[in-house]
Nanobody, 128 residues
C-alpha cells in the first residue's frame, strides 16, 4: 500500500499557473503508475493526467493537454502536476493516485479502477 500526500493547491486568477506535488511513501517500489484526478462540486471525479513510473510515458485528458504537464522524481518518490493557463472551470479538488500494476513501456492507465491508492486531495480555486 502506498500513502500519498498532495500539496501546492491554492487560490489563483485565471491565466495563472500552479504546481502540485504528491509525495508517496510506503510500498513505493511497487508503483507502476501515478496520476491526478479532480473533482469539482457537484461533478464526478475525472481523469486529469497520469505517468508510467518506469518509462515516464504520460497521458492527459483532452481538455488538459497543452496546459498541464505531469512529471516524476524517482529519488523523491514524488509526482508533479504543472498547471498553466488556468481557467475557472479548472476549480476542483485535485487528487493524487497510485497504481501498483506493472505497465508496458508505453502504457498509461487512465481509469479510476486502475488506481489502488488515493490521497486526500488539494484544493485549486481559479477566480475570473
Amino acid at each position: 500500500q502506498v500513502q500519498l500526500v498532495e500539496s501546492g493547491g491554492g487560490l489563483v486568477q485565471a491565466g495563472d499557473s500552479l504546481r502540485l506535488s504528491c509525495a508517496a511513501s510506503g510500498r513505493t517500489f511497487s508503483t507502476g503508475a501515478m496520476g491526478w484526478f479532480r473533482q469539482a462540486p457537484g461533478k464526478e471525479r475525472e481523469f486529469v493526467s497520469a505517468i508510467n513510473w518506469s518509462s515516464a510515458k504520460t497521458s492527459y485528458a483532452d481538455s488538459m493537454k497543452g496546459r498541464f504537464t505531469i512529471s516524476r522524481d524517482n529519488a523523491k518518490n514524488t509526482v508533479y502536476l504543472q498547471m498553466s493557463s488556468l481557467k475557472p472551470e479548472d476549480t476542483a479538488v485535485y487528487i493524487c493516485a497510485a497504481a501498483t500494476v506493472t505497465y508496458a513501456f508505453n502504457a498509461v492507465p487512465t481509469r479510476q479502477t486502475a488506481f489502488a491508492s488515493w490521497g486526500q486531495g488539494t484544493q485549486v480555486t481559479v477566480s475570473s
